[in-house]
C-alpha cells in the first residue's frame, strides 16, 4: 500500500495495525491502529501507552461512536469496503466540523481516483492506495476542478453566490 | 439442446454486436456463429478473457433458432437489440437483420 | 425570422466565467475518464460510476445520455444546440423524460466529450442525471408565469441545482435523492411523489418559507411523501438539505438496492423518529457557514426577472378571437392554455403526444422548429413538463393563433393536453435494458383508439401512464388509469390500476383484477371509460368517480362477472 496525502505527496507510513487477535503484552512500541471493538475492550491498556494512538472505524461505526474519545486519537482510519459506500464522508465531516477532530483522517479499502477530492474536502487528509495504483491519476484526481458550488470541511476562496474556488 | 449465440456492445461507439465465426464480432446476427451449451459458455469466457482490456461491453449468451438467413434471437428483448425499437423501423438500423 | 436579443430576456441561470470554468473542467475531467476507459486502463466496472454522474448510460442498443435540463428550463438557443447534437451525433430526434431530462439513444462513447463540450458552451451538462447521488431538481413547468404561484420556485430550484452539483458529501448516497419543488397552489410538480417535495409559501409577513415532504416515491415499494415539517424558514434551506441527506446518508439501507431510497428508511424508522434525528442534525448545523444569505437568493433571484411583458397586450380571454370557423383551434385552445399571471398573456402546452407518435419524442427539425417559435413569441423561453410536453410560457393571447398555424405543419398542433391520449409512457423494451415489456407501443395503441374527433374531449381529464417495468419510470401508480408491463414467462402481460393521482392530495392507483395480454390492453382501457361514461355525474372527471364508485364495477365489465 501507498500512502498518499491531501496534496498528493507520498510518505511511509509510521503506524502499525494491531491485530484484534493479538494479546495486550504483544502491542509493539510505536504508533499503532486497533479497530474500535479493540479500543472498547482493552482502553485501560491502551491508555497506559506512551504513543501515538489510532482507531480504525468499518463504514456503519460512525462519527458520534468515540465523538468522546478523540483527545485519544492522532488517527482516525475510515473504512470503505465498496467504492459506492458513502458513509465515510459524513463521517469525516463530523468529525471535522461537529467535534473538532485536527489529527490524521486517513481513508482506506474499495476507493476510486475520482473521490479523492471528494474524500480531501470532507476532511480526509490521506489515502492509503494499493501498490499498483497509478499515481499520477491519484494526483491529477486533486486538481481537475477547481470551482465548487457549496462549503465543506476545509478552507476555500469564497466567489459570489455559492461558488467557491478550491486552493490546489 | 438449444442454439445459442454471444453477444455485446462495443465499447467505441455502443453498436450491438455478436460473436462471429472465428470468433471476430459482427454486426449482424445473421453472420453469428451458432454453438451448442457448452462451447457457448466456452467461448464466453475467451472473450471476457480477451476483452478483459475493454474492446466490449456486458457480453452474455443468448438463445437463437436459426431461419434462412442464419441465425435469430428466440427473446424478444434480443429480437429488439437485434433489429432496433419495435416503434422505429424508419431508422435504417438493420433492417437487414430482419427474419425472412 | 428569429427575433435575435429577445432571448436575453429568458428567465434562465445565465453562468459566469466562474460556471464555465466550472462546467469546462467537468468536460475535460470526463474526457480524460473516456480516455482511460478506450485505452483499457479503466475496467467497465470502474468506469461505470464515472460515466453515470455524467449521465451516460449503456442501455439496450448501447449508449444513452440524459441531458439535464435544469427544473425544465430551456433557451431557444440551448434547444437550436439540442438539435446540432441530435443531428451530429446521434440520429436525428432526442427523447423528453418525466424528470425534465432529455435523452439520446444513440451515442457514441469516443463522441460523449465533446458532446459534453456542446452543451457546456450553451450553459448545460448531464451532471448528476444518473448515480447514486442528487438528482435533477425538477419543479413546476408554468413556474414564473403561473397566475395561481405564490413563490417562483425556480430561484430555489437553481439554489438547489448548485448546492447538490459535486457536493463531496452526498454524491456515494444509498441510492439516487430526487427533490422537486412548486411555489403554487396547484401541484404541478409532483412534490409527494419525490424523496424529498418542498412547497414554497409565505408567510405571515410575506416571508419565504418552505413546506417539507419526505420519503415519496414510486418504484417497487411506493409512499405518498409524508410531512416533515410545516415551515422552514429561506435561510435554513440548504442547512436542512444538509441535516436531511447526512441522516440518509448515514443510516439509509445499503444492504439490499430495492430498499435503499429513503422512503424505506422513513418507513422503517417512522415518521417522528426521522423527524428527530433530521432535527437533531439540523440543530448542530444551522449557523452562519450554512445558512442562505438572502442577498444570494437576491442575486440569484436576479436572473429569473420576469421579461418586459407589453402592456398593451391586453385582451382578456373572453375577447380572444377563437375563429369559430376552425374548430381545431378552438379544441387547441380549451386544451393547450394555462392562465398566465399577466394580463394578456397565456402558457402554451405544446403536445409531444401525437396519436401514434411516441410520448416525448422530438426530431432535430421540430427541435429547431418549437426553438424559432420560442424566439418569436416567448421571449426565448422553453420548458418541459413532467408529462413530456413542451411549454411557451409567455404568450400574448393575440398571438395564439398565429402560434397555432405555426404549430401545425411541424406536427405539434395536437389538441389532447391533460386527455386520455397525453399518455406518459417510459421507454420500455423497445430502449431500456431493465424493462420486462414495450410501453411506447402501447400508448400508440390506445390513442389511436380514441382519436375520433371529439370523443377526447367528451371523455375529459384522464391521464394514463405506462410502466414497463417495476421500477416505474412510467409513474404506473399515479396514472388515473396505470399500466404495469410485467413479464409472465417470456411473455409479455400487463398489470392494470386505476384511482392513482398526482399534485394535490396524491393517490396510488389500485388493481382491477389478474394482468391482461398486450393485445388487450388497449380494449381494457375502452371498457373502463365506457363504465366511466356510463356511470359519471356532471362534471366529474375519471379519477373522481373511481372513488365515488369503487373499482368493482368497472372489473367486472373487464372482466366479466366479478370474481
Redesign the interface.
Known sequence: MALLLENGAVVTDPWTVLDDAAGSDGIPEGPVIVSLERWQRDRAVLELRNAPLGIRLKSHQ?AGEIAADLDRFGLVVLELPK?????A???A?LLR??YGFTGEIRATGAM?P??F???V??GVSSVEVPDNA?LA?WR?ALT?????????ATADEP?????RRLSP | MASKAITANRVQDGVTIWVGPDENWVERIADAAVFDDVSAETVLRAVKARGGTGFVVDPYVIEVTTNREGPFPVRYREQIRARGPSVRSDLGLAIDRRPA | MTHLGSESHAGVYRY?D??R??VF??V??FR??VA?RLAG?LSED?FK??RLMNGLYHQLHGYMLRIAIPYGVLTSRQMHRLARIARIYDRGYGHFTTRQNLQFNWIKLAEAPDILRELAEVDMHAIQTSG?CVRNVTTDQFAGAAADEVVDPRVYAE?MR??S?????????PRKFKIAITGSLTDRAAIEVHDVGLRAKRGPDGAVGFEVFVGGGLGRTPFIGKPLRDWLPEADL?AYLDAIL?VY??WGR?DNIYKARIKILVHELGLPALRERVEQEFA??RGP??RLDPE?VA??NDHFAAPPFAEAAVSVSGSLDRHPELPAFGHWLETSITAHRQPGYAGVTISLKPIGGIPGDLTADQMDAVADLAARYSFGELRVSHAQNLVLPHVREDALFDLWQALGPIGLATANVGLISDIIACPGLDYCSLANTRSIPLAQQIGARFSGPGEQQNIGDLSIKISGCINACGHHHVGNIGILGVDKHGVETFQITIGGKVGTGAALGAVIGPAVAFDQVATVVENLVAVYLEQRQAGEPFVDTVARIGTRPFSEKVYGIAA
Not at chain 3, 452539483?165 to 448516497?173: A, C, G, I, K, V
Open positions: 460512525l467504492f459506492r459506500d458513502g458513509r464522508f459524513s463521517t465531516r466540523e461537529r476510486i475520482d473521490q477530492l471528494f474524500l474536502r470532507c497509478d491519476v491529477h481537475e476542478i477547481t470551482i465548487a458550488y457549496q462549503a465543506a466567489l459570489s453566490l455559492l461558488r | 459566469d466562474v460556471d470554468q466550472f473542467e467537468r475535460e475531467q480524460g475518464q482511460r486502463t470502474e460510476p464515472l447514486n439554489i448548485q448546492w452539483t459535486l457536493n463531496p458529501e452526498f454524491s456515494y448516497l440548504l447526512r446518508n448515514q445499503r448542530q448545523i457557514r450554512y444570494i442575486a440569484i
